[in-house]
């Protein structure tokens, strides 16, 4: 799930400056509190790692977003990239994720779609952990660039914990299983809310592997909560190697209520 929103393939100084930023905020409560009421939106979105809480046992929640994306261009790649997430209990959430829409030089259309289960429980009142098997199917044109041409396969263990003055999210995993040797995933999140609006930074990287080469770059995104059941973000991402594709975004994350 995560390295298709990075999508296709920045100088020292420009890195320098998003570390910098990323360092700042860090440093500075944000996000999901364990008990929350089931019609609060609770995004996974924007960044390319999750947190270790679920959807309400019953309810869906949906995440889209759009994304521009390259490293000579941020024209090179375009995607409408989705998140229909179910809690199925309190411990165990389902995830349908996948560019709906993707562009690449060769062509556009669906891209490779995927399940994710997250298997999650609380530490404490101001901790949890979560562990995410997940995997994609070929539904995109590997000759266009959209997709990967084979079913590939992740597994990412979570921590999120609230700290004194920020929340923080840390993901690690193999990711690209099948395609060879794994991309093993790592990132560290840090997020911080003042009223309606929060802000959050996120360090991560894909190690070389049988599906890509190495990725790595920082992210930093705004989020406003419109409602208590809607939360909209916008940001960008810049690479830290020559093969790591900038990018910019905007999303909508959308509690619709109880299912079953």
């Known amino acids: 799930m995560w390295p298709k929103r990075l999508g296709a393939r920045c100088s020292v100084r420009r890195r320098r400056r998003w570390l910098g930023a990323a360092a700042a ?8 509190a364990v008990a929350q ?3 609060a ?5 924007p960044t390319f790692a999750t947190h270790a809480y679920a959807v309400a046992p019953g309810y869906a929640e949906l995440e889209q977003g759009l994304a521009a994306r390259g490293t000579g261009s941020l024209r090179d790649a375009t995607s409408w990239d989705v998140n229909f997430k179910v809690g199925l209990s309190r411990h165990v959430q389902l995830g349908l994720f996948g560019p709906l829409y993707a562009r690449a030089s060769a ?3 669906v891209g490779d779609l995927g399940a994710a289960l997250k298997v999650r429980t609380d530490l404490s009142p101001r901790a949890a952990v979560a562990l995410v098997p997940s995997v994609t199917a070929p539904t995109g044109s590997e000759a266009r660039g959209l997709g990967a041409g084979r079913a ?5 263990a979570l921590v999120s914990a609230d700290l004194p003055g920020v929340h923080v999210d840390v993901n690690a995993g193999p990711q690209g299983v099948g395609a060879g040797a794994p991309q093993w995933f790592v990132s560290l ?3 911080r809310t003042f009223g309606h609006v929060g802000l959050a930074v996120e360090l991560f990287e894909f190690t070389p ?6 990725l790595a770059g920082v992210l930093g995104a705004v989020t406003i909560r419109l409602a208590e059941w809607a939360v909209v973000d916008a940001g960008g991402a810049a690479g830290a190697t020559d093969g790591t594709p900038d990018q910019v975004f905007v999303g909508i994350t959308t509690n619709l209520g109880r299912l079953f």
């Not at 905020?25 to 999901?32: K, S």
């Not at 939106?41 to 979105?45: G, L, S, T, V």
Request: charged share 10%.
């Open 25 to 32: 905020l860090a440093t500075g409560a944000a996000a999901p």
């Open 37 to 39: 009421s089931p019609r």
């Open 41 to 45: 939106a609770n995004p996974e979105r």
């Open 107 to 109: 062509g556009s259309g």
């Open 152 to 156: 590939l396969g992740g597994l990412v």
């Open 189 to 191: 999140g840090g997020s």
């Open 209 to 214: 592997g049988g599906a890509g080469s190495r």
